[in-house]
């Protein structure tokens, strides 16, 4: 079965410390990647995605994220974070399978302690 | 930018009255989605149209409906609210089915009391 694993609900850090959210997928067919951030209040912006190439993506705001494929893996990451980086993270997957599907996991809460 | 526009932020509703929730987008945008987000849970598909008319059961239709009579408004009906339906509710559109990412619209949370 299809399905996406988000292993961590709540991961507090410490501004200027780095970070690491996990994401997993479960497929048989070709996938493609997002990041998703939702801020309080507000419906979800993308972040960063994967759709082919490079297996190392980029953000505007310092966010990268490496599709493994043997690993079945898009984790997330910044090198340091700031206050301002505290929200929910989603990971979310495209499947190539007859009809594409988004599927969401069920999001990481980043806290960034000052 | 693609601006995704949900009509109300919030709604407050009692059991057994008719919902409906409307969602707008400018892009001209082939597919719309409605999802509803609950703590722990992460996003679940309840519909999803990917043109004028059409539309598709996502992963938890049941208690809901759809509309979709202009390209850039999808609608969300809950014919009889319940207490279980108390939730976010999110729409999103996309252009490419599966490749491009979706715009979310900023949510609506609805209450049923």
């Known amino acids: 079965a299809q399905s996406v694993t988000q292993l961590d609900s709540q991961v507090p850090v410490f501004e200027e410390a780095p970070v690491e959210l996990r994401c997993n997928y479960s497929?048989?067919?070709?996938?493609?990647l997002f990041w998703y951030v939702q801020y309080p209040n507000q419906g979800l912006q993308l972040l960063l995605k994967?759709?082919?190439?490079?297996?190392l993506v980029e953000s505007i705001n310092g966010f990268e994220a490496e599709f493994n494929k043997s690993q079945t893996s898009f984790h997330l990451r910044k090198p340091s974070v700031h206050i301002s980086d505290t929200a929910e993270y989603f990971c979310?997957?495209?499947?190539?399978?007859?009809?594409?599907?988004?599927?969401f996991g069920t999001g990481t809460r980043l806290k960034v302690l000052a | 930018d693609v601006k995704v526009t949900q009509s109300s932020r919030y709604l407050v509703k009692r059991t057994g009255e008719k919902v409906f929730l409307e969602c707008v987008q400018d892009?001209?945008?082939?597919?719309m989605f409605w999802y509803r987000q609950d703590p722990g849970l992460g996003l679940r598909l309840i519909y999803f149209?990917?043109?004028?008319?059409?539309?598709e059961k996502g992963d938890i239709p049941e208690g809901y409906s759809v509309s979709r009579e202009k390209k850039e408004r999808f609608s969300l009906i809950l014919e009889s609210a319940s207490t279980n339906q108390t939730s976010m509710y999110l729409c999103?559109?996309?252009?490419?089915?599966?490749?491009?990412?979706?715009?979310f619209g900023n949510g609506t949370r609805l209450t049923v009391t």
């Open positions: 999103a559109s996309s252009s490419l089915w599966g490749i491009a990412p979706l715009h």
């Open positions: 497929s048989s067919v070709s996938v493609y």
């Open positions: 994967y759709l082919s190439g490079s297996t």
């Open positions: 979310a997957v495209s499947f190539a399978s007859g009809t594409y599907k988004y599927i």
């Open positions: 892009m001209d945008h082939e597919n």
């Open positions: 149209s990917y043109d004028v008319k059409m539309k």
